[in-house]
Every structure is written in C-alpha cells, then in structure tokens.
C-alpha cells in the first residue's frame, strides 16, 4: 500500500506519481494549522484566467460547526468515509467580479484545487475530492453570495488502513491504479492521430 505511484511512460514529478486519491483516511489523524495554511497557500499560487483569483474556500476541521454542516452534506456514499478526513474543504468558484463574468472561472478553480492537491502530497497528506454533495443545499447552509458556484469538497487528511473501509471501497482502495494511455488522449495533427 505503501508504494501507490503512477506507472507512467516517462518519469514524472514525485509529487505528480505520488498524488491518489484514497479513502481510507486515518480517523485519528491530524491536519495542523502550518499544513493547512500550505495547501491554501499553493491553491491562492494557482494561475489563473488574467489573474482572476476565482477559487474560494470554506474549511471545517473535524469536531467544528462546519465540518458537521460540510459533512451532513455529501452524499451518503462519501459520507461512509469522509467522516474520517481532518479537514473537509468546499471548493468555490467566484464568477463574477467588478469587469463582469470572470472568464473560465471554474477552470481557474480547477487549477487552485490541483495544487491543493499536489501540496498535500507534499506535506504527507492525502486529498480526495469529492462531487457528490448537495450543491444547492451548500448554498443555502453557507449562504453563499448568487456569484458563487460551489465546484468540489475535498477530504483532506492522512492515510488510514484500508481496512477501515467496507469490502467494496476497500477493494476499489487496493486496486492497481488505472489512466487512459498518451496515445488516447493526446492527438497531434488531427483528432485521433496520437502525438506519440
């Protein structure tokens, strides 16, 4: 379990092999104040459509108000899991800014949670982002100004034993990691004709 890195063409960034995203989430694990403020950080550092900045966050840390409200709102599946993380993260997009319409800002949002991500690797953290929960009820619970789309609530902890899981997400936990080969998502030329 130890040793969960991409199986990639070339070598790649360790941070990049590295990053997966597990739910088997130690339940006594701690997210500090120092790691929190780092993955934060690397997602304010993301870029972004003319510097646009549209990535927002709500954090809950595990026994506080809004860890519960976060928490009561994912779906029952993740809930089964999550309850385990340190921290839960709703991610947000601001869509609108003083110009207008923030150009891509769901993109830009994206971009933020990647190296949320990625530094989470590198602070010996694990972050699993999650869709499955109640978008508008996020809304209504945080409420949430009408220019704000709420995108992803990322569990954010440290690695348990899978184990903890039930037999089907621990099975899905153990299973060889899996992506679409280059040759099907990169094309040059022409759609379909693979760069490499």
Do not use: M
């Given at each position: 379990m130890s040793d969960r890195n991409a199986d990639t063409s070339v070598p790649i960034h360790p941070l990049i092999a590295a990053r997966w995203?597990?739910?088997?989430?130690?339940p006594a694990g701690v997210v500090?104040?120092?790691q929190l403020r780092a993955v934060l950080e690397a997602a304010r550092w993301a870029p972004s459509n003319g510097n646009t900045q549209p990535a927002?966050?709500?954090?809950?840390?595990?026994g506080d108000e809004t860890?519960?409200?976060?928490?009561?709102?994912?779906?029952?599946r993740n809930q089964g899991w999550a309850h385990a993380a340190g921290a839960l993260i709703l991610v947000c997009a601001v869509t609108v800014n003083e110009k207008g319409r923030i150009p891509m800002a769901e993109y830009g949002t994206g971009l933020a949670a990647g190296n949320l991500a990625l530094q989470a690797v590198a602070e010996g953290l694990v972050a699993h982002q999650m869709g499955g929960f109640d978008k508008e009820g996020t809304k209504?619970?945080?409420?949430?100004?009408?220019?704000?789309e709420p995108q992803t609530v990322i569990a954010l902890g440290t690695l348990g034993d899978p184990a903890l899981l039930d037999e089907e997400r621990r099975a899905?936990?153990?299973a060889p990691r899996r992506r679409l080969a280059l040759d099907e998502i990169a094309f040059t030329g022409?759609?379909?004709?693979?760069?490499f």
């Open positions: 995203s597990p739910r088997a989430l130690d500090t104040d120092e927002r966050y709500l954090v809950g840390r595990r860890y519960a409200r976060l928490s009561d709102l994912l779906s029952a209504l619970v945080f409420s949430l100004p009408a220019d704000v899905k936990e153990l022409e759609w379909g004709n693979p760069v």
